[in-house]
């Protein structure tokens, strides 16, 4: 049983959301660059300390939003793990995450890429292996596997490996392209033809 939230856990989420939500609009009207975290808390409506109750940097708001695409790609995969056969789970999921980005906007996406790009440090938080993406669509392919739907001459890392290249891929082009192509039906279409090639014949 879910504990419920006390009303001072349910305030705290919503500064978080409001915050994180000012972030990516001002990114988007402003470039990364040009947006202080004055302008961020303003936007919010709440003060510039509680910024750095949820965030530690500008950068966290990224990796706060791949943490809720990926909320999102567990929403996806519960909804039809027992459903369908592996191959349209993986259809179904990855199509889902780009219908959800679509909404954002190649103008969002693209800062968010060029942020990740820019990490110096540390790895970028978007090809980190151990994302919930990742995890699920290697879930799906072994399952695949299993039943001799998906081929076992790669591993399931290996085909992992090339379906996420893909995703990933179609996500950068159409970033580069400025949204000037049909991203549903470019992505699920290639989507389709990835995973044929992955199928046992």
Not at 103 to 110: F, Y
Not at 140 to 145: H, N, T
Not at 178 to 199: A, H, Q, T, Y
Request: charged share 30%; with cysteine.
């Amino acid at each position: 049983m879910t504990k419920k939230m006390t009303s001072r856990q349910l305030k705290a989420l919503e500064t978080k959301k409001a915050i994180f939500e000012s972030a990516l609009k001002l990114f988007k009207e402003k470039g990364y660059d040009n947006v202080f975290i004055e302008d961020i808390t303003s936007g919010a409506g709440t003060s510039k300390g509680s910024f750095y109750t949820y965030f530690k940097s500008k950068d966290e708001v990224f990796i706060e939003y791949y943490k809720n695409i990926d909320d999102l790609y567990e929403k996806f995969y519960l909804e039809i793990k027992q459903k369908l056969p592996p191959q349209e789970k993986l259809i179904y999921v990855l199509t889902e995450g780009i219908k959800h980005l679509e909404k954002l906007g190649s103008e969002v996406l693209t800062i968010v890429l060029l942020n990740q790009l820019s990490q110096k440090d540390t790895a970028p938080f978007v090809v980190n292996e151990e994302r919930t993406i990742n995890r699920i669509v290697k879930e799906i392919i072994e399952e695949g596997q299993e039943v001799n739907i998906f081929r076992s001459d790669l591993t399931s890392n290996e085909l992992t490996f090339l379906v996420l290249q893909y995703y990933k891929g179609i996500f950068l082009d159409w970033c580069l392209l400025k949204g000037d192509f049909n991203f549903l039906s470019v992505g699920e279409n290639g989507l389709r033809c990835l995973i044929n090639g992955m199928k046992v014949f």
